[in-house]
């Protein structure tokens, strides 16, 4: 990231912007100890492709427009955030992750695309009805002239389909990473249903009951003696 872009931005831009340049200096600072500040750039990267698909989602709500669905999830495959956490969480692993990890979930592999998928999918169908941009679920009824409940059940579907093609890819590797590169993956997933439970959008209202469990894995971890 560019500090001197910093004027360049509009003033409720600035913090934004310089608060996550930070984050990410703090952090190559940190694995230049190591000979690992070169997996940043990963990071970076992945963080600038999720700010594009959010700008882009912002242009469709501007202009009133409604994509495709294959227009809207080519997109929003990208806005779910899923691989920007992912690549993110692999860069404090240690010994335990290198570069061919870091070049394969960049790649948009089938399990991250699976992932990735469950996390939009699951986000549009409990965020339904008070999301102020377009949904899959509002693009499939258009595209379809289907129902409400027609677009859950299809896309209730697809999120089936996309557990399959993870417990695949889990069960049967047939990539060039680890276990615990492909568990972060995993384990990022089957947090998206924590956060969206059935129509509850849990992310959005955290004060319901992800303030609670948070408080007991972090404040109050159950001790085991």
């Keep these: 990231m560019d500090v001197n872009a910093l004027e360049q931005l509009p003033l409720y831009m600035r913090i934004y912007y310089e608060a996550l340049s930070d984050v990410y200096i703090e952090m190559e600072n940190e694995?230049?100890?190591?000979?690992?500040?070169?997996?940043?750039?990963?990071?970076?990267?992945?963080m600038k492709k999720l700010v594009r698909a959010y700008l882009e989602e912002a242009k469709w709500?501007?202009?009133?427009?409604?994509?495709?669905?294959?227009?809207?999830?080519?997109?929003?495959i990208v806005s779910s955030g899923y691989t920007m956490l992912s690549t993110t969480s692999l860069v404090g692993m240690g010994n335990l992750v290198t570069k061919t990890d870091f070049d394969w979930i960049t790649s948009e592999p089938r399990l991250v695309l699976a992932c990735s998928t469950i996390g939009r999918l699951a986000?549009?169908?409990?965020?339904?009805?008070?999301?102020?941009?377009?949904?899959?679920?509002?693009?499939?009824?258009?595209?379809?002239?289907?129902?409400?409940?027609?677009a859950f059940a299809e896309l209730g579907k697809q999120v089936t389909k996309a557990w399959k093609d993870i417990n695949q890819e889990c069960l049967r590797p047939r990539v060039p990473v680890s276990m615990p590169v492909l568990m972060r993956a995993l384990n990022l997933a089957c947090a998206t249903h924590i956060f969206y439970v059935e129509d509850n959008d849990?992310?959005?209202?955290?004060?319901?009951?992800?303030?609670?469990?948070?408080?007991?894995?972090?404040?109050?971890?159950?001790?085991?003696?």
């Design 31 to 46: 694995l230049e100890k190591t000979g690992r500040s070169y997996r940043i750039q990963y990071a970076k990267e992945e």
């Design 123 to 150: 986000n549009d169908l409990a965020g339904h009805g008070f999301e102020k941009k377009p949904t899959a679920v509002e693009c499939y009824m258009k595209e379809n002239g289907a129902s409400k409940e027609e």
């Design 202 to 225: 849990e992310y959005t209202n955290s004060k319901v009951n992800i303030k609670d469990i948070i408080h007991d894995v972090l404040v109050e971890p159950l001790v085991i003696v």
């Design 61 to 76: 709500s501007y202009n009133k427009y409604m994509p495709t669905m294959e227009e809207y999830m080519k997109v929003a």
